[in-house]
């Protein structure tokens, strides 16, 4: 769990220095460092998107996803979740539920989610998640210093999930062969390029609904 620990804390350090960086940042700062980070964002869904042997296939398993998720009303749940801890917390930020809900999402989609906690889980190799804490400590200043405190709290989801395919690493050693890292990789990529659109405000996509498709990308890679 050394890794997940280091990860979450990550989260919560770039989002206080983000946190404090934004107060002395200008909107108009602060406008083109969000559109920055859209595009950075987009670039890399497509990337990852791209890297898939199987375009057809990540389409389908979104598409699938988005519909189970939009059934269950998943984005409703994040929202509501963010809500609570908006209240608990007493912030006053009219950002929190946005950035709480982009940053869990972001994340906790990719490969590094999947092959991190299982490395850490069976052999104790944290240097994956290390990796993964530099890059989400980073996206938490720049994500913090526009969307504010509620980016901090998505160290939360991070320490659950993580934590949890930590412990259940021996049993979800399958997740690390290449074509199921693959289908992952280029579903993830979809996601996230949904969260750059996002970020652009280019339109609002309720992206929490789509995570399912990580769960199809599986299942059809485990099947295919």
């Not at 620990?5 to 406008?31: C, D, P, T, Y």
């Not at 009303?73 to 009219?94: A, H, P, Y």
């Amino acid at each position: 769990m050394t890794g997940t620990f280091v990860n979450s804390g990550a989260i919560i350090v770039g989002s206080a220095v983000g946190i404090m960086a934004g107060r002395h940042l200008s909107e108009g700062i602060k406008s083109i460092i969000m559109n920055a980070l859209g595009l950075s964002v987009v670039i890399l869904g497509v990337k990852m998107a791209l890297e898939g042997t199987n375009l057809i296939a990540a389409i389908g398993c979104v598409l699938l996803g988005a519909i189970a998720g939009e059934i269950m009303r998943i984005e409703t749940w994040i929202e509501s979740l963010g809500v609570w801890l908006k209240n608990r917390f007493r912030s006053d930020s009219s950002t929190f539920v946005e950035g709480f809900v982009t940053a869990s999402v972001l994340y906790l989609t990719g490969v590094l989610v999947i092959i991190g906690p299982i490395q850490d889980g069976t052999v104790g190799d944290t240097s994956i998640l290390y990796i993964k804490s530099l890059l989400d400590g980073f996206a938490s200043m720049a994500l913090a210093s526009m969307l504010g405190i509620g980016v901090a709290f998505s160290a939360l989801p991070v320490l659950i999930v993580q934590g949890t395919i930590t412990i259940m690493a021996s049993s979800l050693l399958f997740l690390k062969e290449p074509h199921i890292l693959n289908a992952i990789t280029a579903t993830g990529g979809i996601l996230i390029l949904g969260i750059g659109v996002n970020l652009l405000d280019l339109k609002k996509i309720p992206i929490g609904n789509f995570i399912p498709a990580i769960l199809f990308a599986i299942l059809w890679a485990l099947c295919a």
